[in-house]
């Protein structure tokens, strides 16, 4: 299978929800990295983790190395959530990118 | 911060043309990527360096030359531009520090290839 499985593809918020994305590893990657593309194309780091949990503001990131797993989960969404989330898996000095979830929050 | 720029940010070729793509990194990291970004695949690697004078083959290297004559910069070639190679492509910098391991992106060039 791939080595980053993300999940789900699509994501349909109303504003003030809470949700979760998922990406599983087919082995076990060194660290992980969240990005949010903007409506420019521009990706923006998250999250760096090499192990454990991470937050930043309406934002919370989880890494387990061990399980192949990692998680982002974005509370009470707002409007400027929307965008393409992705993670990227770190073996060697290579990162591997899941498919990314498109995130739509709706007033 | 780190700060990797991508010139040009918009460029369209013709078929059979000679693309090159430019990236330059302040962060005096050792290592520099080149990905792509294609609907339904997220970013793929095409090709890596560890450093000046070195290349490396990513995981979908073909139709792609990748130069790096010095720390700072690192170049992606398209020596007969196909329309396959309409994409968006984004250029990378990384290093161990004290943090881990992280990679650090730049702002992407849409390349439309007709």
């Known amino acids: 299978g791939m080595p980053v499985e993300q999940n789900p593809p699509a994501l349909s918020l109303y504003e003030g929800a809470d949700s979760g994305l998922r990406c599983n590893f087919s082995?076990?990657?060194?660290?992980v990295q969240w990005f949010q593309q903007n409506h420019r194309g521009r990706l923006i780091t998250l999250f760096y983790?090499?192990?454990g949990t991470k937050e930043n503001g309406r934002l919370k990131s989880t890494f387990n190395s061990k399980e192949r797993y990692s998680t982002l989960h974005i509370k009470d969404a707002q409007l400027e959530d929307s965008g393409t989330y992705f993670c990227?898996?770190?073996?060697?000095?290579?990162?591997?990118f899941g498919t990314g979830t498109s995130l739509l929050v709706d007033p | 911060e780190a700060a990797v720029t991508q010139s040009p940010r918009n460029k369209v070729a013709v078929t059979g043309g000679k693309v090159t793509l430019s990236c330059n990194q302040t962060?005096?990291?050792?290592?520099m990527y080149w990905y792509r970004q294609d609907t339904g695949h997220g970013l793929r690697l095409i090709h890596y360096?560890?450093?000046?004078?070195?290349?490396e083959k990513g995981d979908i290297p073909d139709g792609y030359k990748a130069s790096r004559p010095s720390q700072e910069n690192f170049s992606l070639i398209l020596e007969l531009a196909t329309p396959s190679q309409t994409s968006v492509y984004f250029c990378?910098?990384?290093?161990?520090?004290?943090?881990?391991?992280?990679?650090?992106f730049g702002p992407g060039t849409r390349l439309t290839v007709l």
């Open positions: 962060n005096n990291h050792n290592n």
């Open positions: 082995t076990t990657m060194k660290s």
């Open positions: 360096s560890y450093g000046a004078g070195s290349t």
């Open positions: 990378a910098s990384g290093d161990v520090g004290t943090g881990g391991y992280e990679q650090y």
């Open positions: 983790l090499a192990q």
């Open positions: 990227a898996a770190l073996m060697g000095y290579k990162l591997t």
